[in-house]
Every structure is written in structure tokens, then in C-alpha cells.
């Protein structure tokens, strides 16, 4: 009787996806398509209306599927207050959307962020830590045409509080509706997921932007190699300053490992898993390059620049990573050019005794 009552409350949660992008569509689409209340905000107009009339194309590894649903253009288009929100725009737009959607939670709402990068203290500053919720988005999708979503991996979701350690009837709820899409964990040590996540990132998304090449090409160099691990290195140094265990990406990527290895066998074992990996994902293509390439900024101060932050913080020196951050602050204004000959410039900081490569 208690899992029925149970259901039926999720069932009437009145529920916001905020971004109509890859990851917040597809998820908007799998909840609805799946009986519950959700509505769809956009940016833009046109989109809202096919989504309503026409239903949102999706496609990919979970088949095809067609789902309309509620979708404004605007926040401001919400005419009651809503029991969940999954924030899945892009990092730089996250505080605005969070302050406009801030009239239409109650005191009981949950928000859960679905960005690159960690956005969850600042999330927490505007609508509290009581109502944060983080979110690790595993799994891959990408926009062919807006309304058309396709699905390209499966994986799943990892969410928790940032505030508390164990499970309650909130994150069951969120988990519910996550589970329409992909496999969902929830863990009392979000913030040690997210980070895992962002140091992947920080390496694979950030190096796209600055070099222009896909992910096969990037660890088919060995001088890229060599700064992808010191990206790491930074990372895990400044984690620990945190009280941070980052755990292995996806279960498999032991960073510790990677970073820690010694003499030869290290560095061979360190060729290995990173051609693996570039091999395995050879056409992934940054998503911060494809912002930039469309003239929009991308999400670097929520990437590496949340590594060099938080290592000014402990008093860190982390010289490759704040390069980075520097360099494509650079290629947003113009004054650099996105090419693989930014890698020299990214090499002095690295000691020539760190030989990283076998």
C-alpha cells in the first residue's frame, strides 16, 4: 500500500526541465513520455510551439521516439509553482535561469543540476543547500537539428545532496523519474563524483577547444598525453586540499593510477589506457569547441577554472591548468587562434623530468 501511495505522489510532481539542449530534452521527453507532468523551457518560440503540437524527434540507442509535452519559451510563461526542477542549461547560463525560476519553487522543491563542471555551491547560494541537488550526467547525446535529439551512449546518472549524506524520499523521487532514462545511483558523495567528471573534462573538452582536434587525434600525440596527465596531477592536488577521494571516472578511470604510475611500466601503462581511450571516442568532438565555433562563450570557468579557484584557495600552484583558462579566455575574444600549435606555449609549464610518455 506504501509503494502505491508512493507512486501516485511522484506521479502528481509537477516537474520543470529548464533547457531544451541534447541532455535536458531527451530527459524531458523519456519522463513525459512516461506518464509524468513535466513542462519543457526553451529559449526559443518556435521550438516551444513544435514541441507542443509536433512532440520533440527523438532518436539513438533507445530508439525513436516522437513525445510532446508542456514547453514555454520562458520561465516567466510558468503559471504555478513546481515540486522539482532539473536545471540542464549550459553552466554560463545557470545563475540567470536559477533566479528567474526561483518565484515558482516552494519551500519542499528540489533543483537539480545538470551542468558540466560543478555549479551545485553556486546553485545553493541562490536557492538554498536544503533544495540542491547534484547531478552526474553519464551518458552521451547531441543536438542534430533543434526538435531532433539523438541519443549516442547509454550510461547513467549519479545524484546526491551536497549538504547531507544519506538517502531520503526526495532523492527517490528524482531517481524515479531519472530511471525513464538511463540507470540511476545515488550517492553521499556527489560532490567526489562531480569532481571526477570535471577533471575528464577539464582535459578532453578544454584541449578540443584550444587545439581543434577531435579526441583520437589529441591522444595520438604524445606531447598532448603528457599535458592531460599533468591536468590531472593539478586536479588530484587540489582535491586533496578539498578532503576529496576522486573516485575512477565511470568506475574504470583510475586518475591515482594514471598520475602515480612509475618508470617505464607506468609510462606504458599510461600510453595504453590513454590510446585506448582516444581510440574508443577518436570522433568525440569538445563541446566547448563547438561553442566557440558557434561564436559562444563555453564553460571554462566552471571547468579548469573551478580547479585554479579552488587551488588559490589552498595556496596550490597549478600553472597548466590556469594556461588553459587563459588561452581560451584568449580564442573567445579573438586574440588567439584555436590550433594544435597552442599546445608549446601549454608544455613550458610542465617540468621536461616529468616524462609522461613510455
Known amino acids: 500500500m506504501w509503494l502505491r501511495v508512493n507512486i501516485l505522489k511522484v506521479m502528481?510532481?509537477?516537474?520543470?526541465?529548464?533547457?531544451?539542449?541534447a541532455i535536458g530534452g531527451i530527459t524531458a521527453a523519456f519522463i513525459a513520455k512516461s506518464g509524468y507532468d513535466v513542462t519543457l523551457i526553451t529559449k526559443y518560440p518556435e521550438l516551444a510551439e513544435t514541441i507542443r503540437e509536433k512532440g520533440l524527434l527523438i532518436t539513438g540507442v533507445k530508439g525513436t521516439h516522437r513525445v510532446k509535452?508542456?514547453?514555454y519559451p520562458r520561465i516567466s510563461d510558468l503559471n504555478e509553482q513546481v515540486d522539482i526542477v532539473f536545471l540542464a542549461t549550459k553552466a554560463t547560463d545557470m545563475e540567470e535561469a536559477t533566479g528567474q525560476i526561483l518565484p515558482f519553487i516552494h519551500k519542499n522543491s528540489l533543483v537539480v543540476?545538470?551542468?558540466?563542471?560543478i555549479c551545485e555551491y553556486k546553485l545553493a547560494e541562490i536557492v538554498g543547500v536544503e533544495r540542491t541537488v547534484g547531478c552526474v550526467v553519464g551518458w552521451g547525446a547531441t543536438m542534430v537539428e533543434p526538435g531532433h535529439l539523438?541519443?549516442?551512449?547509454?550510461?547513467?546518472?549519479?545524484?546526491?545532496?551536497i549538504?547531507?549524506?544519506s538517502s531520503d524520499k526526495g532523492l527517490e523521487t528524482i531517481k524515479?523519474?531519472?530511471?525513464?532514462?538511463?540507470?540511476?545511483?545515488?550517492?553521499?558523495?556527489i560532490i567526489s563524483e562531480l569532481y571526477s567528471k570535471l577533471i575528464i573534462n577539464s582535459a578532453i573538452t578544454s584541449m578540443g577547444a584550444i587545439t581543434g582536434l577531435y579526441l583520437g587525434e589529441m591522444l595520438s600525440s604524445g606531447k598532448i598525453r603528457r599535458i592531460f596527465i599533468e591536468i590531472m596531477k593539478e586536479a588530484l592536488e587540489v582535491a586533496d586540499s578539498m578532503g576529496i577521494q576522486v573516485p575512477a571516472y565511470e568506475g574504470k578511470l583510475d586518475y591515482y593510477k594514471l598520475v602515480n604510475a612509475k618508470g617505464w611500466l607506468g609510462n606504458l601503462y599510461r600510453y595504453a589506457i590513454l590510446r585506448i581511450v582516444g581510440f574508443k571516442y577518436r570522433k568525440l568532438k569538445s563541446s566547448s569547441l563547438q561553442s566557440l565555433e558557434r561564436g559562444k562563450p563555453t564553460e571554462i570557468d566552471f571547468l579548469n577554472g573551478f580547479i585554479v579557484r579552488k587551488a588559490e584557495e589552498f595556496g596550490l600552484f597549478t600553472p597548466v591548468n590556469e594556461e588553459i583558462v587563459e588561452m581560451i579566455k584568449e580564442i573567445e575574444q579573438g586574440k588567439r587562434k584555436i590550433s594544435p600549435d597552442n599546445v608549446e606555449e601549454?608544455?613550458?609549464?610542465?617540468?621536461?623530468?616529468?616524462?609522461y610518455n613510455p
Request: proline share 7%; no cysteine.
Open 346 to 355: 601549454i608544455l613550458i609549464h610542465i617540468p621536461p623530468t616529468r616524462n
Open 150 to 161: 539523438e541519443m549516442t551512449s547509454t550510461g547513467r546518472f549519479w545524484i546526491g545532496y
Open 12 to 21: 502528481e510532481s509537477r516537474i520543470v526541465v529548464v533547457g531544451a539542449g
Open 163 to 165: 549538504h547531507k549524506q
Open 176 to 189: 524515479s523519474l531519472l530511471e525513464t532514462v538511463v540507470p540511476v545511483t545515488i550517492t553521499p558523495n
Open 113 to 117: 543540476s545538470m551542468q558540466n563542471g
Open 69 to 71: 509535452m508542456k514547453a
